[in-house]
C-alpha cells in the first residue's frame, strides 16, 4: 500500500538513533532540509505507484512506463527543495518501490514472496533510456561519487542507452556505494533478512537501529555492533553518532536499504511496536 511506503520513508528519515547518518536529533538544519525533499518525492510516489499497476495489467510495458524518468525527476526535485546533495538511494529507492507495490497490488502477490520476480518484471523491464536518464540526472544534482563509480566501469549515458541495460542492471553497480539500489536480483536477499531482524526485535527503533548499524558497517567495512554487545542502548547510540559525525555523507547512504526493509516489514504487517510494554 502506498501508506506503507510513506510511513516507512517518515519512519527512515526520523528514528532515532542512526549513528553518523541523517536522524531528528541531528545537531543541525539537515534534517529539516531533508523533509523538504521527502515532501517533492512524495508527490511522484503515486504516479510511480500507477506505472506498476499498468505493467502488471499489461497496459503499458516495463520499456514505456517511463521509470527512470520519475527517478531523475525526484532526484532534481530533492535537490531543488534543499540545496542539498540528495538522498539519491533512498529516493530512487522510494520510487522503484512504489512501483512494485503497485505491480504487487494489480498482480494479488505478496511482496516478499515474490520480490525477485517484482523486481525482474518491473526494474530488470526497464530500457537504457532509463538508465540514462537515472545517471544523467545523478549528474545534474552533483552526485560525482556515483557518477564516478558508474563511469569508471563505462557506464555513460551513452553507453546505457545503446546497450540493453536497464535499471535493474545499474542498480546492481550502483548497490556496490549507496544501499538504496539494493532492489536487485544480486542483492534483494540481503534486504529481505534486513526486514526479518527488524521483524524480530523487541521495538521499531531498536530494530531500525539494529539493521541501520548493518548497513552502515558494511559500507565502512566494519562490524560496529561488536560480536560482544548483547544491546543496543541510546547512551552507547549517542557516542557512536558523535564519532561518526565525519562520515555523515557516506552513512546516509544506508538510508536507502533501511527505508526498504522497514516497507517490507510494514507490508507484511510485522512492524515490531514503537514501545515494549
Given amino acids: ?62 520499456s514505456e512506463a517511463g521509470l527512470g524518468s ?21 529516493w530512487t529507492a522510494s520510487v522503484a518501490v512504489a512501483a512494485i507495490d503497485g505491480y504487487a497490488s494489480a498482480a494479488n502477490l505478496r511482496v516478499s514472496d515474490s520480490l525477485h520476480v517484482l523486481i525482474t518484471r518491473v526494474l530488470y523491464s526497464a530500457t537504457g533510456s532509463d538508465a540514462s536518464q537515472l545517471l544523467e540526472a545523478l549528474s545534474d544534482v552533483a552526485d560525482s ?29 550502483l548497490s556496490n556505494i549507496d544501499t538504496g539500489f539494493m532492489l536487485n536480483l544480486k542483492r534483494y536477499e540481503d534486504l529481505l533478512h534486513l526486514s526479518k531482524e527488524l521483524e524480530a526485535s523487541k521495538t521499531v527503533y531498536e530494530g531500525l537501529s539494529k539493521a541501520y548499524l548493518e548497513l552502515a558497517g558494511k559500507l565502512l567495512g566494519r562490524n560496529l555492533i561488536g560480536s ?39 507490508v507484511d504487517g510485522r512492524l515490531p511496536p514503537f514501545s515494549a510494554v
Fill in 1 to 62: 500500500m502506498e501508506r506503507d511506503i510513506k510511513r516507512a520513508l517518515l519512519l527512515t528519515l526520523s528514528s532515532p538513533l542512526k549513528p553518523g547518518a541523517l536522524h531528528r536529533l541531528t545537531y543541525d538544519y539537515e534534517y529539516e532540509l531533508r523533509l523538504y525533499e521527502a515532501l517533492e518525492v512524495l508527490e511522484l510516489l503515486g504516479e510511480a505507484r500507477q506505472r506498476g499497476q499498468q505493467i502488471a495489467l499489461g497496459k503499458v510495458s516495463g
Fill in 70 to 90: 520519475i527517478m531523475a525527476k525526484a532526484v532534481i526535485r530533492a535537490f531543488e527543495a534543499s540545496g542539498l546533495k540528495p538522498l539519491t538511494g533512498l
Fill in 145 to 173: 561519487e556515483l557518477v564516478s563509480y558508474a563511469s569508471d566501469r563505462g557506464l555513460s549515458p551513452n553507453y546505457v542507452t545503446s546497450s540493453s541495460m536497464g535499471l535493474g542492471d545499474l542498480f546492481e553497480v
Fill in 228 to 266: 560482544s554487545r548483547t544491546k543496543i542502548d541510546t547512551r552507547w547510540l549517542a557516542s557512536l553518532d558523535r564519532d561518526l559525525q565525519p562520515e555523515r555523507q557516506k552513512l546516509n547512504r544506508a538510508l536507502g536499504g533501511l527505508f526498504v526493509a522497514t516497507y517490507l516489514s510494514l
